[in-house]
């Protein structure tokens, strides 16, 4: 298994001003990604960080939105940008460990817990 | 696009009875489907990964089954305990398509 820390875990935030997200692995892993959770739903994945080039981002997440960064094989950023009520959510960091391949576990952080004001 | 549904939304048992939750999938061309607990504020717990080639996985009081063809899994948890209150989350494939939960609520 992989531990996975995220920090903040928790955080307040003003409407129109950006957050930065960290997820921090104890190992090197190849396949990281990022999720949402809003309010009492299910889990929606913005993008998959790719390590040394632009993350890819899933159908409704822009990058102006959500910039992710991910400059080594253990450590990504997730910002949110221009904060809105609707953006109040868990986000959680989440990796595999199974190289490229996509027959493998994934794990995930405790998550970060933001309330947009 | 890949839908995964999970039935019931809630469930609400005597501690010591056996849980049976169900998760499908309308596609059933899948790598593997991943079971995973999430207590209320937290991040995911994974129980048990199922690869498309297998039938079933247990790990201690849990067993998965998967069939493909149907687009169904079930997680059936033994002898349920009141620490196994939780939502449990279905996710399908890598970039896991995930179901709704089901929050079950185990009384002492």
């Known amino acids: 298994s992989a531990v996975i820390s995220q920090k903040p875990s928790r955080d307040i935030c003003q409407r129109g001003t950006s957050l930065t997200i960290q997820c921090q692995v104890d190992?090197?892993?190849?396949?990281m990604f990022w999720y949402r959770q809003q309010p009492g739903q299910s889990l929606t994945l913005i993008a998959t960080?790719?390590?040394?080039?632009?993350?890819?981002?899933e159908s409704g997440f822009v990058i102006d939105k959500f910039p992710i960064s991910r400059p080594n094989l253990t450590f990504s950023t997730l910002t949110v940008s221009n904060m809105s009520p609707e953006d109040s959510s868990i986000y959680l960091c989440s990796v595999g460990l199974a190289g490229d391949s996509n027959t493998g576990e994934l794990f995930f952080g405790e998550g970060s817990r933001l309330t947009v004001l | 696009k890949q839908e995964v549904t999970q039935i019931p939304a809630a469930l609400s048992v005597p501690e010591g009875e056996n849980l049976v939750l169900n998760c499908s999938f309308t596609?059933?061309?899948?790598?593997?489907l991943q079971w995973f607990r999430q207590d209320p504020g937290k991040g995911l717990t994974s129980l048990l990964l199922i690869q498309s080639s297998q039938r079933e996985q247990t790990s201690g009081r849990l067993n998965a089954s998967l069939d493909k063809s149907s687009g169904r899994s079930t997680l059936y948890i033994a002898a349920s305990q009141p620490g196994d209150s939780a939502t449990y989350l279905c996710a399908v494939d890598y970039k896991l398509s995930f179901g709704a939960g089901t929050t079950v609520t185990v009384r002492a």
């Open positions: 190992s090197q892993v190849t396949m």
């Open positions: 960080a790719n390590q040394g080039s632009e993350a890819t981002y």
């Open positions: 596609d059933s061309a899948i790598y593997n």
